[in-house]
């Protein structure tokens, strides 16, 4: 294929791009154009083909229709989702691309990597951080990053950072991570209703120009239906359409239901999620005394004592292989302590993610997943519910209720352990890096659930944003068996803990660590999604108090209540008093929520 741009040519570009999923349209005209040293997001729900575009620049697949146009000499690097080395050593399958012996050396130390080790005992975090570093080995014009903080921590995921920043060619990423974003990015494509929309801009101002957008095809929707409502009452009203049924007339209308009907069909869905604390726990969740747990010889913890209470919400963070996952583990009894005593409180109804989806096995299928009775039924807190219909919930089509997990997409299989976890009441969520692989609409959506959970909740991360919208504290762990605890998120432990993870560290990762705490240099444009949603509870509760005030100082009018019933008339005012408190008190944070809302917006 060949394309003729005007003006400067850019690396690489896709014109009118239109390809089908079956018989589903999911490219319908995409145009996008890849600038030498532009570093760009890719932003879509999932579904919406964003690995595939990908594909698509790559030259991997071929559109149905359409032009790309690539720069003579231009050299791809691809970062895939889940990479899988091969070779003897990593070394080796870091040169397998073209790359300069020494320049792969390089990048692999730079990340971390030790060259010469084997490809076979990789765990997730260092396939990545060697895919990355195989990629810039490589020396390319145009490089493709696809989830590339997974299986990252905070510091891997800053190495990173630097490494585009100092990128002289063009990149795209698609990416659930906002700090991570808003930190590299300079321009953003949205994949929106079959669609690429671009703005020119950090994706700070991501989200602001979403809702810009989304509001502008809301009211375009609306003016269609207020046109076909016209329409329809003129053909069928009309004497004259009566006479006559011009056949001009039909077709336009019709055209025009069959446009509403398909810009209706691929609007985004949001998922479903709800979560159910269920009964109450204990006071005491969880207690651990001058705990101490290592394994082959390596001490990961040395003398820890933390107490988690009912309500809590708990951030356990660090450098990859530090013992998170093994406290969460201590902490759930699953495994015993070396030394010291771990008390667990009464009453848990446990519910656990695990980052490797250990649980879901790849051979089973999502039914079996979802009913593993082998029933047509799940119990949904509760309640029973077809497997199809709960599952569609979670954006899963029928015909993939019989396919086997192992060919779900990572996104997808978060997705599936997500169901399957929220089918049931819990007042304990334990979350292992469930931000993995989601795009940032279901990411908003979990953490809005998470707000409004009145469980306790303990979650290992290494989103930072996610962790400072939602942590009431953070337990920070450095791998050298030390562990520190402060109120807060991730912003609040570096700030009153910036050395934590310095002691032992290489220049390299002591820089990391400042960077990576220090904030981002654009500031927030809107409310936090919390604040956000308390805004609009308040614009609901509001007129609901001030009726049932009116009401009840009705019923106080009648000067013979206190007489014929004392304790209905203590009852009444009481209610009052507490209305009226509710009232000022939520007039209160209303116009705090809705000043600090203009003032973000500028």
């Not at 069909?265 to 005394?289: F, I, N, Y």
């Not at 009464?346 to 989806?357: F, I, S």
Request: charged content about 30%.
């Amino acid at each position: 294929m060949s394309l003729k741009p005007s003006g400067k040519a850019p690396l690489l570009a896709l014109k009118d791009i239109r390809l089908m999923d079956g018989q589903t349209p999911l490219f319908d005209g995409v145009d996008i154009a890849l600038d030498r040293g532009v570093r760009a997001c890719l932003v879509g729900r999932n579904g919406a083909g964003k690995s595939t575009l990908m594909r698509l620049l790559a030259g991997q697949i071929e559109p149905d229709s359409g032009e790309r146009y690539v720069s003579q000499g231009t050299r791809f690097a691809f970062v895939l989702q889940e990479p899988e080395p091969v070779g003897l050593t990593i070394l080796d399958w870091a040169i397998s691309g073209g790359a300069e012996s020494y320049n792969a050396e390089a990048e692999l130390y730079a990340f971390g990597i030790d060259p010469q080790g084997p490809t076979t005992s990789m765990s997730g975090g260092e396939k990545r951080r060697a895919a990355l570093a195989k990629a810039f080995a490589e020396d390319p014009d145009l490089i493709f990053l696809d989830e590339p903080t997974n299986h990252l921590d905070i510091f891997a995921i800053q190495t990173l950072e630097d490494r585009l920043k100092s990128f002289r060619g063009a990149a795209l990423v698609v990416s659930h991570d906002r700090t991570f974003l808003e930190r590299v990015t300079q321009r953003c494509y949205w994949l929106y209703d079959r669609r690429m929309l671009r703005l020119d801009d950090n994706y700070a101002s991501f989200d602001e120009w979403r809702d810009k957008v989304e509001a502008e095809t809301a009211e375009s929707l609306r003016r269609l239906e207020k046109a076909i409502e016209r329409e329809t009452y003129t053909f069928y009203r009309s004497i004259t359409a009566q006479r006559t049924r011009n056949e001009g007339r039909a077709a336009r209308l019709n055209a025009m239901r069959q446009d509403f009907a398909a810009r209706i069909k691929s609007m985004d869905k949001p998922m479903d999620m709800v979560l159910d604390s269920g009964g109450t726990s204990g006071k005491l969740v969880a207690e651990l005394k001058h705990v101490a747990k290592g394994f082959g010889g390596r001490t990961l913890i040395k003398d820890l004592s933390t107490r988690i209470l009912r309500g809590d919400r708990l951030a356990i963070v660090g450098p990859n292989g530090a013992g998170k996952s093994t406290l969460v583990k201590l902490l759930l009894g699953q495994i015993p302590a070396d030394s010291g005593d771990i008390r667990l409180g009464t009453k848990l109804d446990v519910a656990y993610l695990d980052q490797g989806r250990d649980a879901l096995k790849g051979d089973e299928t999502l039914w079996d997943v979802l009913a593993n009775s082998g029933s047509d039924s799940i119990m949904v807190r509760g309640e029973p519910r077809h497997v199809a219909a709960y599952a569609k919930d979670f954006l899963f089509r029928e015909k993939q209720l019989r396919q086997p997990v192992k060919s779900l997409s990572g996104g997808e299989r978060n997705r599936l352990q997500l169901a399957r976890a929220l089918a049931k009441a819990t007042n304990l969520l334990v979350l292992d890096e469930p931000t993995n692989d989601l795009d940032m609409d279901t990411l908003d959506l979990l953490e809005d659930m998470l707000a409004d959970y009145d469980g306790t909740l303990i979650l290992v991360s290494h989103d930072r944003d996610f962790i400072d919208r939602l942590a009431t504290s953070t337990l920070a762990l450095d791998g050298n068996g030390r562990t520190a605890e402060t109120p807060g998120g991730w912003q609040d432990f570096i700030r009153q803990n910036p050395d934590f993870f310095q002691r032992g560290a290489t220049p390299k990762e002591i820089a990391a660590t400042k960077a990576a705490a220090a904030p981002a240099k654009t500031a927030p444009k809107k409310l936090s999604y919390k604040d956000q949603k308390r805004l609009e509870d308040l614009e609901k509760l509001m007129p609901q108090w001030q009726g049932e005030i009116a009401r009840l100082e009705k019923v106080l009018e009648d000067t013979t209540l206190y007489s014929r019933d004392p304790k209905a008339f203590d009852a009444t005012m009481k209610t009052l008093e507490k209305l009226r408190h509710d009232l000022d008190t939520g007039e209160t944070e209303w116009l705090e929520l809705e000043d600090r809302k203009a003032a973000l917006a500028g």
